[in-house]
C-alpha cells in the first residue's frame, strides 16, 4: 500500500475495469489516434471546437480500463478549477475514478505540504492568498506612493517576473530585452519586487508563484523526494499547453524525468496569454525536445458552422511568426449555417443600441429562438461593456458580466459617482468654476483623481480604470448634448441624477442573461451566437501592440472570439466615437481581404474572402435621439419606467394622443401582423403606436427618433407609418416577408 500525494489517501492496487474498447467508441480517427496512443510522449495540437477534452479524457480511461495504467499513477493538470473539475466529471463518466485532475498550483501545493516536513522542517509557511496588500506594503516601504488601482498592475509585473524566473535585480534588464512596457519605472517595480519578497520573509509567508517554485527546488535538491514522486507517477497529461511558463515547465521537467509518459495537449494559434508569463514555445518545439514523440492534429471542428471556421482559417491565413507556421487549417462537422455579418455603425451609441435589437430578434422565436444564456457579446477592453450594459438594459433583456465588475459597480466608477455628487451639491466647486461645459466640469472632478485627456501606457488596471472614467466623460458629453437639443441645460446635479437612474436600471436581476466579456475572459467558452464589437484600429490590434508578435497576438484573440461562435457571429465598428463625431475609425486591419468590400491584405495566400453582406447601418440610426435623461413632457419629471420612457409622459399625464391615427395604426398593425403570421406586438408594440400617435412625425428622421424604431422597422415600415401619420393610405405591401424581430415589451 502506498499513500497518494496529492490527495493524502491510501490505495489499493486493483484489476483493471473491462470493456476497454468501448472508450473508444464514437470517436473520430484523429481521437481515437490519441486515446490508443498510451506511451508518450504525445503532442496533441487540437484547434478550436475539436473536441480535445474528449480525446485527452478518453486516451486516460482507456489506459485506465485497458490496465495499461495504473489510475493512481496518473496526473492530469490544467490551469483552471473549472478546466479541473470537468475533467474530473468526465473520467468518471468513463470508468477512470481514481485519476488525478488537477490545476498546477492545486498539484503542487498538495506535494509541498506532503514533503515540507521532510526536506526543511517544521510547518509550511502560511499561503498568501492575496498579494495586493502587501504589494502596497512593500512600495509604501519604498517611499512610493501608489494609486488602489495601480497595485494590480504592479502586481501583474512581479507575478509576470516570477514565473519567467526573474529576480529582482534583473527585473529591469528583462523588461528592456521583452520589449514588455512596464506599467512605471521598471528600476522602481525592481525594488518593490526586492522589498515584497523580503516583507514575505521576514513574515513567514508564501504566495502561490513561491508554491510552484519552492515544489520544483525540493524536487531539484532532493533526489530521494523526486524518485518519489515519480514512482507515484508514471503517466502525466498537460491541457492548454500553449499556456505554460518556464516556472510551470521546470516543475513539469521535474515530475516527469526520464522515462514518464508525457501527453501535451495544446493550440499555438490560441496563445493569448504571453503577458502573464505564458509561451507557445514549449509546444512549438516539443518535436525538438522529444524527437520519438507521437503528433495529432485534431483539425475536425465540430463546435461552429463552415461559414464559422472559413472566417477563423482566413484570420490565421493573414498571420505571420512561428505560432502561424504551426497553424491548424479547420474543417466544420457541422451543418451549413448563416453567412458571418460584418456591420459598420456611424458612431458607438448606434454600434452598441443595433446590437441590443439584434439580439432582441435573435432571442423571438420566430428568428430561432435564441436563449439569453447563448447569446454573447464580446469586447477587447472591459472598458468598453457599459455602453452595451446599458443598450441591453433599455430593451429590457437581461445580461451578465464575466470576468469584469458591473460598470457601475467598479471601485473607480463608485469613487466618481462620489465626487461628482460632492461636486454637485457644492454648486460653486472651485474646481468646477472654470469650465465652460458639462463634460469639462467632468474632467475637471476625474482629474483629482489622475484622469487625464490621453490614455496611459501599457495595459491592465490602469488602462481599465482611464477606460472607466473616460465613459463618464463621454457620458457627459452625449447628456449635454441631448440637452442642448432639447432646449434644457445640462447641470452637475441632472448628471448626477442620469448615472443613478442608470445604475439603478442596471443593477436589476439577471438570471438567463446575454454574456458581456471580454476576449480574454471568452477563452474556453462557447455561445451559439456571437456578436464581436469595436473592431477598430487601435482597439484591435490595441493601440499598446507595437512588435509584430504583439500585433500577432492580438490577430490571435480575435481568431479566439471567431471561434467562440457555434453558428451565428456578427463583427462590426464604428467610424466615429459620439453621434455626429469625425468618422475617422478605420475597421481593424484583421478582416483586411475577407470582409466583402475590403482590400487584399497583402499576405500570404490561402487567405480567402468571406462571403457575408456588408451592412451599412449607421446612417439612419444616427439619427437616434443621443442617451440621457427622459423628461416627461408635461411634468418634466425624469422617466425610469420602459413605458414611461417610451412616451416621454408619466403615465398619469395626460395624453396628447390623436385616438383617430391611433386606431388607424392597429387596424394597419393587424392587416401586417396577419400577412406574417405573427403577433401583433411583433410589428410595433401598443407603447410604440402610442408614442407615435402623440408625436405624429411628419418625416423618416422624426419617426426614428421615436424608441422602439429601430433601422430595421424603419425600412420595412417607415413609409406605412408616414403615410398614415399624414392621413394617407399606407402603400399595400402585398409581398411583406415575415419580421424576425420583435419590439421592446410595451
Request: aromatic share 6%; proline share 5%.
Amino acid at each position: 500500500m502506498q499513500e497518494d500525494l496529492l490527495s493524502g489517501s491510501p490505495y489499493d492496487d486493483h484489476p483493471a475495469v473491462t470493456g476497454a474498447d468501448a472508450v473508444l467508441a464514437g470517436l473520430d480517427p484523429e481521437q481515437r489516434a490519441v486515446a490508443t496512443a498510451l506511451h508518450g510522449p504525445v503532442c496533441v495540437l487540437a484547434g478550436a471546437g475539436t473536441g480535445k477534452t474528449r480525446a485527452i479524457t478518453h486516451r486516460i480511461a482507456y489506459g485506465v480500463r485497458s490496465g495499461v495504467y495504473q489510475p493512481q499513477q496518473v496526473l492530469a493538470v490544467t490551469f483552471t478549477a473549472r478546466a479541473a473539475g470537468e475533467m474530473r466529471g468526465r473520467l468518471r463518466e468513463l470508468g477512470a475514478e481514481g485519476v488525478q485532475a488537477r490545476t498546477f498550483h492545486s498539484a503542487a501545493l498538495r506535494q509541498l505540504q506532503y514533503f515540507w516536513p521532510r526536506a526543511v522542517g517544521g510547518e509550511v509557511p502560511r499561503l498568501l492568498e492575496r498579494k495586493v496588500q502587501l504589494v502596497a506594503e512593500a512600495a509604501g516601504r519604498c517611499g512610493l506612493r501608489v494609486q488602489r488601482t495601480e497595485l494590480r498592475d504592479l502586481t501583474g509585473e512581479i507575478e509576470w517576473a516570477k514565473v519567467t524566473q526573474i529576480v529582482p535585480d534583473d527585473y529591469a534588464a528583462a523588461v528592456v530585452k521583452a520589449g514588455r512596457e512596464a506599467p512605471r519605472d521598471p528600476a522602481e517595480i525592481a525594488r518593490v519586487y526586492a522589498t515584497y519578497e523580503q516583507t514575505k520573509r521576514d513574515r513567514g509567508v508564501i504566495d502561490f508563484e513561491d508554491v510552484l517554485l519552492l515544489t520544483a527546488a525540493i524536487l531539484e535538491d532532493r533526489p530521494e523526494i523526486a524518485d518519489r514522486v515519480r514512482a507515484q507517477y508514471r503517466h502525466f497529461t498537460v491541457d492548454e499547453y500553449q499556456d505554460v511558463s518556464p516556472l510551470q515547465q521546470r516543475l513539469l521537467d521535474q515530475w516527469t524525468g526520464p522515462g514518464a509518459s508525457l501527453c501535451v495537449v495544446g493550440d499555438a494559434s490560441q496563445t493569448i496569454y504571453s503577458f502573464t508569463g505564458a509561451t507557445p514555445d514549449y509546444l512549438l518545439n516539443f518535436r525538438t525536445r522529444h524527437p520519438e514523440a507521437t503528433v495529432v492534429k485534431l483539425v475536425r471542428d465540430y463546435r461552429s458552422t463552415p461559414q464559422v471556421v472559413h472566417l477563423a482559417n482566413g484570420l490565421l491565413a493573414q498571420a505571420r511568426g512561428q505560432a502561424a507556421q504551426h497553424r491548424l487549417e479547420l474543417i466544420s462537422q457541422r451543418e451549413a449555417g448563416p453567412e458571418p455579418v460584418y456591420v459598420e455603425y456611424a458612431d458607438e451609441p448606434t454600434e452598441a443600441e443595433s446590437t441590443a435589437h439584434r439580439i432582441k430578434e435573435l432571442l423571438s422565436a420566430r428568428d430561432g429562438g435564441y436563449r439569453a444564456s447563448e447569446i454573447a457579446v464580446l469586447f477587447r477592453t472591459n472598458g468598453q461593456s457599459e455602453v452595451y450594459e446599458q443598450a441591453l438594459a433599455d430593451l429590457g433583456i437581461s445580461y451578465q458580466l464575466k470576468g469584469a465588475e458591473r460598470f457601475f459597480e467598479r471601485p473607480e466608477v463608485r469613487e466618481a459617482g462620489v465626487l461628482l455628487k460632492g461636486a454637485a451639491r457644492a454648486g460653486s466647486d472651485p474646481l468646477t468654476a472654470d469650465a465652460p461645459d458639462l463634460a469639462s466640469q467632468v474632467r475637471a472632478v476625474l482629474a483629482t483623481r489622475g484622469f487625464t485627456a490621453t490614455p496611459p501606457g501599457g495595459s491592465g488596471a490602469v488602462r481599465e480604470r482611464w477606460e472607466s472614467l473616460a465613459a463618464l466623460v463621454r457620458l457627459a458629453e452625449e447628456f449635454e448634448a441631448a440637452r442642448r437639443r432639447a432646449g434644457e441645460s445640462a447641470d452637475l446635479s441632472a448628471y448626477v441624477a442620469e448615472l443613478d437612474a442608470r445604475a439603478a436600471a442596471q443593477h436589476a436581476p439577471a438570471v438567463e442573461g446575454v454574456t458581456l466579456a471580454s476576449l480574454h475572459a471568452a477563452k474556453g467558452l462557447e455561445w451559439d451566437a456571437v456578436f464581436l464589437v469595436g473592431l477598430t484600429e487601435g482597439t484591435m490590434p490595441i493601440i499598446y501592440a507595437k512588435t509584430d508578435e504583439q500585433v500577432e497576438e492580438e490577430r490571435r484573440l480575435l481568431y479566439v472570439g471567431v471561434t467562440r461562435a457555434r453558428r451565428y457571429l456578427s463583427l462590426s465598428w464604428a467610424l466615429s466615437r459620439s453621434p455626429g463625431g469625425r468618422a475617422s475609425r478605420k475597421p481593424t486591419r484583421f478582416l483586411d481581404g475577407l470582409r466583402p468590400g475590403s482590400g487584399a491584405p497583402g499576405a500570404r495566400s490561402g487567405a480567402r474572402g468571406g462571403r457575408g453582406g456588408v451592412e451599412h447601418g449607421g446612417e439612419r440610426s444616427a439619427a437616434r435621439r443621443a442617451r440621457g435623461p427622459v423628461k416627461c413632457r408635461v411634468c418634466d419629471r425624469t422617466l425610469t419606467e420602459a413605458v414611461e420612457r417610451k412616451l416621454r409622459r408619466c403615465e398619469s399625464c395626460p395624453s396628447s394622443m390623436d385616438e383617430a391615427l391611433y386606431e388607424r395604426l392597429r387596424e394597419w398593425r393587424a392587416k401586417q401582423a396577419k400577412k406574417q403570421g405573427a403577433p401583433a406586438y411583433v410589428v410595433f408594440t401598443d407603447a410604440t403606436l402610442m408614442a407615435i400617435a402623440e408625436d405624429v412625425p411628419a418625416s423618416e428622421r422624426e419617426l426614428a427618433v421615436i424608441s422602439g424604431v429601430g433601422a430595421m422597422k424603419l425600412d420595412k415600415y417607415g413609409a406605412a407609418v408616414l403615410s398614415l401619420c399624414a392621413g394617407e393610405e399606407p402603400v399595400d405591401d402585398s409581398e411583406a416577408e415575415p419580421d424576425t424581430g420583435s419590439d421592446e415589451p410595451a
